[in-house]
């Protein structure tokens, strides 16, 4: 069985910065794309960051400069270096990955989400 963890939300003021994480592991086939996902509060879900197992990368067009996304030593390992929070940014951010080298739509395997709250 497949699973997918993410960590590393939680509250920060305007501004300030977090490091979400998410593996992979489990009964699992080979991925090559992961990706961050997130769903404000009334919104529709939106592809935040993606990354392939060449390293290729695609933001958001709201995040671009603020946030990185990066794949980690361990297999089936990626992060999102979030940077410059605003309020906005607020959400359920959802850790996804893909058995395709695509940086489009990534969703054979999803984690349960971690809430990231963006307030003064």
């Known amino acids: 069985q497949a699973q997918v963890v993410e960590s590393g939300g939680g509250l920060v003021q305007p501004g300030g910065s977090l490091r979400l994480s998410c593996a992979a592991s489990?009964?699992?086939?080979?991925?090559?794309?992961m990706g961050w996902y997130r769903q404000p509060p009334g919104k529709q879900r939106e592809l935040v960051a993606a990354?392939?197992?060449?390293?290729?990368?695609r933001y958001l067009d709201s995040v671009k400069g603020r946030f990185t996304i990066s794949r980690g030593n361990a297999k089936n390992t990626v992060y999102l270096q979030m940077n410059s929070l605003k309020a906005e940014d607020t959400a359920v951010y959802y850790c996804?990955?893909?058995?395709?080298?695509?940086?489009?739509?990534?969703?054979?395997?999803w984690g349960q989400g971690t809430q990231v709250t963006v307030s003064s």
């Open positions: 990354i392939t197992s060449g390293g290729s990368t």
């Open positions: 489990g009964t699992i086939f080979r991925i090559n794309a």
């Open positions: 996804a990955a893909d058995r395709r080298e695509t940086l489009t739509l990534i969703n054979d395997y």
